[in-house]
């Protein structure tokens, strides 16, 4: 509660430089882009069905794709890592249970995109060029 008082005073933290231990299994090996998901907002109905039809193009730039709705974290695509949806959360700073949200993350765990709005696939894989190599 305390991380989310000082959150909404100061405002998130700057991009992570470390790699959240969260997402151990992706690190180094994919990009990894999570939806904050409400099964009453239509965003996330949204972004669900523009990712689904770009799923060659997520695959092809080595990006996995999370759901994490409820208490639970959903693979959109496949996938059966243990992951845990607060734990998530609190690492990477995301929206409140409830909200919409989508992260990006890089293979090393820093951030590359946040947004509290649905994106196109283009976009999202389109903040990658912006990464240096």
Known sequence: ????????????APQASTSPDCLKPFIGRKRVLIIFADADD????????????????????DIEVLNV????VFPT????????ADEIRDDLQGPRPGEFGLLLLDCDGTVLLRSNEPMSPEDIIGSLSSVPH
């Not at 695509?77 to 845990?84: A, H, K, P, Q, T």
């Open 77 to 84: 695509f496949e996938g059966s890592e243990d992951l845990d």
């Open 42 to 61: 239509d965003r996330a109905t949204v972004q669900d069905e523009s990712l689904r039809r770009a799923r060659f193009s997520l695959i092809e730039n």
């Open 1 to 12: 509660m305390l991380k989310s008082i000082i959150r909404e005073i100061i405002g998130p």
């Open 69 to 72: 709705a409820g208490g639970g």
